[in-house]
C-alpha cells in the first residue's frame, strides 16, 4: 500500500509537535530536516517503482517491510516524547504553583494510544492482508490528526505561549546550578528573606502565583530563587508553594470563625484553583483528606 509509505513524516511531525508543546524556545534548524530523510526515501522510491508491476506476493512483502520501519520509527520517536514530557513536568514544577492549565496528561494519552495503535496496524497489515486496503487503522490515525485540533480548541493557552514565563534547563540536579555563582551565605539570606515574606504577604494564595512574579516581589533573581527553593529546601517550586497552601488550609480548618465554610472554599481561600488539585496535594502532603483533617479536628 504506496499510502502507508507517507506516513514516515507521521513520527517526525508528531515529534515536532510535542516539543513546540514543551518548548516555546524551540527554533527549527536545517539539521532538523534530517528527520524527514525518509520522507524523501520513500517518495523517491514511489516515485521510480510505483508504475511497475509486481506480484501480489512482492508487493505484499514490500508493504510490509515498509510498515515495519515506519513502526520502528514511531517506536523511537515516542520514547523520545515520553522523556521530553517527563523534563517538562520537572520544568514546570519548578515555575508554576498550579498545573491545571498546563498539564498535558491528554499528550501522554496520545503518545501511549500510538504506541498501541501503530503495532496493532502492523498485526492487520500481516496476518489479514489488507494492504490493499484504507483499513480502520488509517481511519484511526485521521481521526488521531483531528483530534489534537480539537484539543487545541479546548486548551488555546497551550497553543498561544501560555508557557512564556518558564525556565528551561537542559539539566537537572547538581548539574543545573553548577555555573551558578551563588554562595552559601547568600542563599542562606535569600531563604530567610523568601520565608519571611511567604509569612508576612502570603503570596501563595494567589493561584496563579509564579516563580518569576515571586522573585520580582522579592527582587532577587529567579534562577537564584529557584537555586535556594531546590538546594535550600529540597522541593520544587510546586511543592514549596502548595506546602504553604496546604497549611493555611489546615489553619482555616481549625479556625471557629470559619466552620461556615465549605472545604472547596476553604481550598480557593488558601489558593488552590480547584476542588481536584486541593483533594490531591493535601492529602499527598498529610495523607488525609481535607474531610479526613476537619473530622479529626471537630468528631461528630
Not at 12 to 32: G, I, Q, S, W
Amino acid at each position: 500500500m504506496a499510502g502507508s509509505r507517507n506516513f514516515f513524516s507521521f513520527g517526525p511531525l508528531l515529534f515536532f509537535y510535542c516539543r513546540a508543546l514543551t518548548r516555546p524556545d524551540l527554533k527549527l534548524r536545517l539539521v532538523n530536516a534530517f528527520h524527514f530523510i525518509p520522507v524523501i526515501l520513500s517518495a523517491i522510491a514511489i516515485l521510480s517503482f510505483g508504475n511497475f508491476f509486481f506480484s501480489r506476493k512482492l508487493t505484499f512483502f514490500v508493504d510490509t517491510v515498509f510498515l515495519i520501519l515506519i513502526v520502528i520509527q514511531v517506536a523511537g520517536y515516542l520514547i523520545s516524547m515520553f522523556f521530553m514530557m517527563k523534563r517538562y513536568m520537572l520544568t514546570i514544577k519548578d515555575t508554576y504553583s498550579s498545573l491545571e492549565k498546563l498539564n498535558l496528561h491528554w499528550l501522554r494519552f496520545i503518545i501511549f494510544s500510538q504506541a498501541v495503535i501503530w503495532p496493532v496496524a502492523l498485526m492487520i497489515d500481516i496476518y489479514w492482508q489488507k494492504t490493499s486496503h484504507i483499513g480502520f487503522i488509517w481511519l484511526l490515525i485521521s481521526a488521531f490528526i483531528y483530534i489534537i485540533g480539537y484539543i487545541g480548541l479546548l486548551k488555546p493557552e497551550i497553543f498561544s505561549g501560555g508557557f512564556q514565563e518558564v525556565i528551561f534547563s537542559e539539566h537537572s540536579g547538581k548539574k543545573k546550578y553548577e555555573k551558578s555563582t551563588l554562595t552559601q551565605e547568600q542563599a542562606e539570606m535569600i531563604l530567610k528573606k523568601l520565608q519571611s515574606f511567604m509569612h508576612s504577604s502570603k503570596p501563595y494564595i494567589n493561584p496563579a502565583l509564579t516563580l518569576p512574579a515571586l522573585s520580582k516581589d522579592l527582587n532577587l533573581s529567579p534562577n537564584y530563587l529557584s537555586q535556594v527553593i531546590n538546594e535550600q529546601l529540597g522541593k520544587n517550586f510546586f511543592e514549596f508553594v502548595n506546602s504553604y497552601r496546604v497549611e493555611e488550609a489546615k489553619l482555616l480548618i481549625k479556625n471557629p470563625s470559619k466552620q461556615h465554610l465549605t472545604l472547596a472554599a476553604i481550598g480557593f481561600e488558601a489558593g488552590f484553583n480547584s476542588v481536584s488539585s486541593f483533594n490531591k496535594i493535601f492529602k499527598a502532603t498529610t495523607s488525609r483528606t481535607p474531610s479526613q483533617f476537619k473530622l479529626s479536628e471537630y468528631p461528630a
